[in-house]
Nanobody, 123 residues
Framework: QVQLVESGGGLVQAGGSLTLSCAASGRTFSNFAMGWFRQAPGKEREFVAGISRTGGTTDYADSVKGRFTISRDNAKTTANLQLNKLYPEDTAVYYC????????????????WGQGTQVTVSS
């Protein structure tokens, strides 16, 4: 089992920034690729960013590329998502997730999920 706890969400004005953190416990963190997903009201959960087990490979949805940055610290068992230049359409609940196999965009392939953290961007 892996327990994931997100933090760092909040209310921010358009153009602002936030840093989301995902703290992991349980099984060996470095054995898991990590992903960040988001879900807005009435919409499906969507991939935002992912990072490989070592941190050497990252992937971003086109909608956030150049604005968001994913990182991880295997010693501290954390995965962060830096959100810059936020738009109102970035408003959603953001989830971190762990995948025991590989970096992948399909949320159905992730094994463990956090409870989510709300990000609200006002215009």
């Amino acid at each position: 089992q892996v327990q994931l706890v997100e933090s760092g969400g909040g209310l921010v004005q358009a153009g602002g920034s936030l840093t989301l953190s995902c703290a992991a416990s349980g099984r060996t963190f470095s054995n898991f690729a990590m992903g960040w997903f988001r879900q807005a009201p009435g919409k499906e959960r969507e991939f935002v960013a992912g990072i490989s087990r070592t941190g050497g490979t990252t992937d971003y949805a086109d909608s956030v590329k150049g604005r968001f940055t994913i990182s991880r610290d295997n010693a501290k068992t954390t995965a962060n998502l830096q959100l810059n230049k936020l738009y109102p359409e970035d408003t959603a609940v953001y989830y971190c997730a762990a995948n025991a196999w590989t970096l992948i965009r399909d949320y159905g392939q992730y094994d463990y999920w956090g409870q989510g953290t709300q990000v609200t961007v006002s215009s």
